[in-house]
C-alpha cells in the first residue's frame, strides 16, 4: 500500500507537522533523491506500509535543507539522511537511519509511544 506522504517543504510545515504530534504519533522521514541507501530506505517503507492511521511526512533533504535541519535541532537528534523518527508529543522518542529503516523499525518505536 503507498504512503500517503505529507511533504514538509517548509520550516512552518516542519512545526506544524511536530506540532501534529501532540494529537498523535506521527513519522517522520527525512531522504535525499540522489543517495541509492535513501532509495532503498523508501522503497522498503513503502513495499510494506501497513499504518494507514499512522501520519507520513516526508523531508527532501536536497531542496529543503533548512526544514530537515529544524526538524533535527528542534527534536534534538542528530541530522542523518536517509532518516525516520518517530515523533509523539512533540518529542523524538525513537530514530534510525540509513538500512536499518523497515517497516518493522516503524513498529518498535510505535511500541516506544506506550512508554511515554
Not at 501520519?55 to 542528530?78: M, T, W
Request: negative net charge; proline residues 4%; glycine residues 2%.
Amino acid at each position: 500500500m503507498a504512503i500517503p506522504w505529507k511533504t514538509i517543504s517548509s520550516l512552518d510545515m516542519a512545526n506544524e507537522a511536530i506540532q501534529d504530534s501532540h494529537n498523535q504519533p506521527i513519522l517522520i522521514f527525512k531522504h535525499s533523491t540522489t543517495c541509492p541507501i535513501s532509495s532503498i530506505a523508501k522503497l522498503r517503507l513503502e513495499s510494506d506500509w501497513n499504518l494507514n492511521d499512522l501520519p507520513a511526512y516526508y523531508i527532501d533533504v536536497k531542496s529543503e535543507r533548512a526544514s530537515s535541519l529544524h526538524v533535527a535541532e528542534a527534536l534534538q537528534v542528530h541530522h542523518e539522511s536517509p532518516q525516520m523518527i518517530i515523533v509523539a508529543n512533540g518529542d523524538a522518542i525513537y530514530d534510525i537511519s540509513h538500512l536499518d529503516i523497515n517497516i518493522q523499525e516503524v513498529h518498535d518505536g510505535l511500541k516506544e509511544t506506550a512508554h511515554q
